[in-house]
């Protein structure tokens, strides 16, 4: 079983910036560097939409059309956690952003709310 607490959300001006952390444990055996990371977003009412996702082990990043060049996912295998760093936020990129770590099995965080207004 793997856990995720994501941490890093809030109320952010639009244009501004907000860095999202994912931290990951397990129980015996459990290694982060096995499990691709990925972040997801959603929206009231609506189903959760992938973002970004850093794969293992080549570390390839993969993001959603309107976030590319604005969000950066990466990773800390030293620390079991992976990162969303969001810049030049947009309202219409408000809503929960969870994270799942993915090998055989998905697991997913509790999410945190990104609210981007003035």
């Known amino acids: 079983q793997v856990q995720l607490v994501e941490s890093g959300g809030g109320l952010v001006q639009p244009g501004g910036s907000l860095r999202l952390s994912c931290e990951a444990s397990g129980g015996s055996g459990f290694t982060f560097s096995r499990y691709s990371m990925s972040w997801y977003r959603?929206?009231?009412?609506?189903?959760?939409?992938l973002v970004a996702t850093i794969s293992v082990p080549s570390n390839f990043t993969n993001y959603a059309h309107d976030v590319s060049g604005r969000f950066t996912i990466s990773r800390d295998n030293a620390k079991n956690a992976a990162y969303l760093h969001m810049t030049h936020l947009k309202s219409e990129f408000s809503g929960i952003y969870s994270c799942q770590a993915k090998r055989k099995d998905s697991y997913w965080g509790q999410g945190t709310q990104v609210t981007a207004s003035s």
């Not at 959603?42 to 939409?49: D, F």
């Open 42 to 49: 959603q929206y009231p009412g609506k189903e959760r939409e």
